[in-house]
């Protein structure tokens, strides 16, 4: 930087002389965020219309002044406007003027004159940092959030290139791979995961109320923990200083599928996504709550938020900065079409399904941000995130259902599944950043995670010959289906995260040339998980069932063998009784499945930061990484020669090389190598299964060193990337990026070619690899007088290709489970060849009507779900194409009216087993239907 003020005096001094005029110039200097540059601030000579704004270093010059002393002027919304008066300018010479930049509090906008904006969370500022960093990142900004009508941090991501969202889900994926590959952090800190069947949190329970950033990091530097492989995605919650303010929104829309239908819920549940009877034993809500849904409101949408900010300076440099927002929203679902039970042959289809689905999300967060002065300042974080689905669906609803392994009639299949799932968040976090002198600054951050994960009283009834319940004939009815007495069951499950997650980077400055960092990582986690399930065997299979929309006629205490010792109806049994003397008959029962897993990672690292010369600058890293991962497990069809635990202790050590070179000012070359490992989850290593009505998901314990624990335990990776970024004007990029992976003993989702069809993960094979190609462009297609965008195309895609190679495995001594296959490579399960995002934003200019339209495309090209073994294909996710619009409208300087269109091309959504024997056959499919919203906002 130096040596650019100085080429700058160069300049400036060379044209003074001849003019007979001098300049002024500096840099200007972030004392909020460690004194980085601040660009596009206002810098003006009072009394004068000479003037200028800083550029992306902070840098700003001002030429042909007439010999004088001048007052200069530099103000930032947001920032105190500071006046520096008695600046001499002689002729011939350059006076230079650096001046360092801090916020407002009491700033009075009339003071005043800005053409930009001067958000932390703007892009203009995302821009800078990612052409700063010296690691590759990407961001998308609050500013970008609300520009694009963005709702959640999931839908934020996808707009970064290489990153594509699975529409209708939270599933996310990274440069092709999946939820396994990654990691999720907020400030920095890890994240929970919510869910059983996922290693990270679902990104759409992230409200953009409550997002300043989201930034995905794609190569790995050796701060970062250990098990990365695609990215780490780390959302920056908001925080404020400024005026005090309040927000209030409420909005209204309906989905097109779900208008008009009478949509259905699960009894228990309310409104806004809780259930109201956790406090009770299972088999007390089974014998007092029948299994019959119940009927909702009328489908519409509803969404509020309310946010607020204040800030209270305490002397010259120290100020207390409190911020909150607390938000709602639900959703109305209807889905309509095929669902089929594929495993080596077809065991259930039913060509017509029906889903009522009902979405809440409640999330509050609180930031108070204690600033001791301009080199000490500590922020306390807390964030609460429920939500819940509530899911009534009917397999077979027009009589055509069938069954491989009916009893009384293959057709006429029938299936009711009632479910309710609620997560339930609560995330702590206390971060600090210091800086003791110029040489010495650390950062520090602890947290705490808790996580309830319940899915409390599922109800699956099943019936055989329900076209006889479509007739008007009294004397035809369905019966139940008695194959086993879990057929018609209910089901509770829950899962406990509790964690505890901490880091502390120094940064030593030893000269303008070379800086080191040491930090530390460390992760205390521990889950407990338990299921239980009661099923009801029903004693004389051909009983009717005269009212399909009233089981709870017969599922009452006197029907059963409990009210009636003598006869009966049916009787309540378990898996797992508390007595078997008593039996599992009738009576309270203890879980059938259950695990209890133990995660301890603990890491030092160690950086540096060396500029070779003003262009190249190389940055070495090295990560010594301890992991122990336990787990215990007791669940139902485990082979008796199975230990029932697993334990990995594991020493890593990480090397990391990350190189940028500056082509230009504005343009940089950057090149990263790493190596990463990939450690199996909880939920990818305990072998309960979690059955689904047409699908069956269970764990692993061979990813961990197989039964005698001499096996595999992680799998290595090896990165590469080279990327190439150019940015252009204020809030203009171009980039082109390549990247490769290559992945030793790989994990992937297989189909298992047996009765029950079973999904588990596998080492599938000795190696996977995976080489890109990402390019990103954002361009201001037409500005008006202040360069303020009127006109701006977003654009990014990327080309994936993945292969690996595939290998049988055989269950019994060294393995649980296997798996064979009739090919030699695939491949990798989850990655697309190709993902396309692009936005078009149009923001013109009416006086006082500033309105903002904004269309958002996404595209993700056919990929793999999952594996299929043996000789039947894989299933496949195919193409989804997303077509969003928003239209926010300011009306004066307080209110705001918003309206939204999502998913208006209304893609279908499927899923296709290939290779079938009989051609491709679609396992899954349905339409979301198109959203329509109207949002009103007003800001006190």
């Known amino acids: 930087m130096k040596k650019l003020v100085l080429v700058a005096l160069l300049i400036c001094s060379t044209n003074v002389a001849a003019q007979e005029t001098g300049s002024m110039v500096g840099k200007l200097i972030d004392k909020e965020v460690n004194d980085e540059p601040l660009p596009f601030a206002n810098v003006l000579i009072k009394g004068t219309t000479q003037g200028t704004t800083s550029d992306f270093d902070g840098l700003y010059q001002i030429e042909n002044l007439k010999p004088g002393n001048y007052t200069l002027v530099v103000s930032y919304l947001g920032y105190e406007t500071v006046e520096i008066p008695n600046i001499e300018v002689v002729a011939g010479k350059v006076s230079t003027v650096n001046v360092p930049m801090s916020a407002s509090v009491g700033m009075s906008l009339d003071e ?144 097109t599928n779900a208008v008009g239908a ?72 209807f889905l309509e079409g095929p669902a089929r039970d594929f495993t080596n042959v077809l065991k259930f289809d039913f060509p017509n399904t029906e889903e009522y689905a009902y979405k809440t999300t409640t999330t509050a967060l609180g930031n108070i941000v204690y600033k001791i002065n301009n080199e000490h300042k500590v922020k306390y974080s807390s964030l609460f995130i429920n939500s819940a689905t509530d899911a009534v669906s009917f397999f077979g609803t027009e009589g055509q259902g069938f069954n ?65 319940a479509l007739d008007s004939d009294p004397n035809t009815n369905p019966v139940f289906f008695t194959n086993t007495a879990f057929e018609n069951q209910r089901f509770f499950q829950s899962i406990q995260d509790d964690e505890l997650n901490s880091f502390v980077n120094l940064t030593h400055t030893v000269s303008d040339k070379l800086s080191l960092k040491f930090g530390y990582n460390g992760r205390t986690k521990e889950r407990n998980f338990s299921s239980i399930r009661y099923g009801y065997r029903i004693f004389d299979r051909t009983t009717p069932v ?166 595999v335990n992680f799998s290595d990776i090896y990165n590469f990337d080279l990327k190439y970024e150019w940015f252009m004007e204020r809030g203009e990029l171009i980039s082109i990026a390549a990247f490769g992976k290559l992945i030793q003993d790989p994990v992937n989702r297989v189909i298992a070619a047996d009765a029950t069809g079973t999904q588990r993960l596998f080492r599938t094979g000795e190696q996977a690899e995976v080489i890109g190609l990402e390019v990103e462009m954002r361009k201001n297609l037409i500005t008006d007088e202040d360069d303020k ?87 496949v996710e195919k193409a989804v194409p997303t077509l969003n619009f928003v239209w926010k409208n300011p009306i004066g300087e307080h209110f705001e009216a918003n309206l939204s269109a999502s998913n208006l091309l209304d893609p279908s959504i499927s899923l296709v087993r290939e290779n079938t024997g009989n051609g491709d056959i679609t396992i899954r499919e349905y339409n979301l239907g198109i959203n329509l919203g109207v949002t009103l906002k007003y800001k006190f």
């Open 112 to 255: 005043v004159v800005v053409t930009v904006s001067a958000s932390k969370d703007s892009e203009v500022a995302l821009l800078l940092q990612q052409k700063n960093a010296t690691v590759m990142q990407e961001a998308i900004s609050a500013e970008a959030l609300t520009l694009k009508g963005i709702d959640d941090a999931a839908a934020a991501v996808s707009q970064i290139s290489g990153i594509s969202k699975q529409e209708g889900s939270s599933n996310v994926y990274v440069r092709g791979l999946g939820d396994r590959y990654q990691n999720t952090t907020m400030n920095g800190l890890s994240l929970p995961s919510n869910d059983v069947n996922k290693k990270n949190i679902d990104l759409n329970l992230f409200s953009s109320s409550i997002i300043e950033n989201v930034s995905v990091s794609k190569a790995y530097n050796s701060s970062y923990y250990g098990d990365f492989a695609a990215g780490n995605v780390n959302i920056d919650s908001k925080e404020y200083t400024g005026d005090g303010y309040l927000e209030i929104a409420l909005g209204s829309g309906i989905n």
């Open 262 to 333: 009478d949509f259905l819920q699960s009894e228990g549940t309310s409104f806004f996504g809780y259930y109201n009877r956790y406090n009770n034993n299972p088999f007390a809500v089974i014998l007092s709550h029948g299994v019959d849904p119940e009927p909702m409101s009328t489908p519409v949408n509803i969404n509020g938020a309310i946010e607020g900010g204040y800030s209270i300076n305490l002397n010259e440099e120290s100020r207390l900065s409190f911020f909150g927002t607390a938000s709602f929203r639900n959703g109305y679902e």
């Open 404 to 468: 491989r392994d009916g009893i009384t009639s293959d057709d006429g299949f029938f299936i009711s599944n009632v479910q309710f799932n609620q997560d339930m968040i609560f995330v702590n976090q206390l971060t600090g950043q210091h800086r003791f002198n110029e040489k010495l600054k650390l950062d520090w951050g602890t947290g705490y995670n808790k996580v309830f994960s319940d899915e409390p009283d599922r109800k699956r009834i099943t019936l055989e010959n329900y076209q006889f």
């Open 546 to 711: 005269t009212d399909v929309n009233n089981y709870d006629a017969f599922f009452t205490l006197e029907n059963s063998s409990l009210g009636t010792p003598q006869g009966g109806l049916y009787e309540i049994r378990n898996l797992n009784p508390i007595n078997t003397e008593i039996g599992a008959v009738n009576r309270p029962g203890l879980p059938d499945n259950s695990y209890q897993g133990n995660l301890d990672i603990h890491a030092g690292f160690l950086t540096a930061e060396w500029s070779i010369n003003d262009k190249f600058l190389i940055v070495p890293g090295i990560r010594a990484e301890s992991v122990s991962q336990n787990i215990e497990y007791d669940v139902i069809n485990l082979p008796p020669s199975d230990p029932g635990f697993r334990n990995v202790y594991e020493n890593i050590f990480l090397p990391s090389l990350n190189m940028r070179y500056k082509l230009t000012e504005n343009s940089n070359l950057r090149f990263g190598f790493s190596n990463t490992v990939s450690f199996p989850e909880f939920k990818e290593v305990a072998p309960f299964v979690y059955e689904g009505v047409t699908q069956r998901f269970g764990g692993n314990p061979d990813l961990f060193g197989g039964k005698n624990g001499d096996g």
């Open 789 to 875: 965008a009127t006109l701006s195309l977003g654009l990014n895609a990327a080309y994936t290709h993945t292969n690996q190679d595939l290998k049988n495995i055989e269950a019994g001594d060294e393995n649980t489970f296997g798996t064979t296959f009739d090919r030699d490579s695939d491949a990798l399960q989850g990655a697309s060849p190709f993902i396309i995002n692009t936005d078009i934003n149009y923001s013109p200019a009416f006086e006082n009507y500033r309105p903002k339209a904004t269309l958002v495309f996404s595209y993700f090209s056919d990929r793999i779900a999952a594996l299929g073994a043996g000789s039947l294909g894989n299933i």
